[in-house]
């Protein structure tokens, strides 16, 4: 077998998988999510309580993920934190969400490189918009959000166990370090 052949047949199942990840970012059927979420309503900031983060946040503080409109069914995102401590260095990342028209707003697809999009459910978001859980169905990462820095135990306990219901293990959370409002200088958004 030639050079040319191997790189072939090396590429076109690599590009392939690519495409099949860029589009299956739907959670299957049976995965919980809400029935209805008011896209609108959910946007703004959110600062992450808990989760089992991807690799490159496992030691970030002061976590905020903001939403806001984009074009079509396109979401601006901003994603910042600390890296190691409350003085570590100030990180960003801008990934661009979409909301899936297959869904009643709880299905999103998160796009960090293109073309790659990741699945991003909205398993459960509270009647004032003030608590949410962003789950995936493969059950690897997962975040607990709220609209403030610091919410109460029972509050905290009671998203833990809808976590842990979702089939994550809840022993994997890690809790987010945030500061108080007014000991920082990111907050840079309107609360709703």
Known sequence: MNLRHRTRDVIVPLLASIGLGACSVMPPADFPRMASVNVDRFMGGWFVIAHIPPGVVADSYNNIERYSRGDGNAIDTVYTYREGGFDGEAKRMEPTGFVLEEGSGAEWAMQ????????YTIAYVDPDYRTTIVARSKRDWVWIMA??????????????????????????????????????????????
């Open 112 to 119: 960090f490189i293109w073309p790659i999009r990741m699945e």
């Open 147 to 192: 609209r403030t820095p610091a919410i109460d135990d029972a509050t905290y306990a009671d998203l833990v166990e809808r976590v842990e219901a979702l089939g994550y293990d809840a022993g994997a959370l890690r809790k987010v370090p945030q500061q108080p409002l007014d000991r920082r200088d990111d907050v840079d958004f309107e609360l709703p």
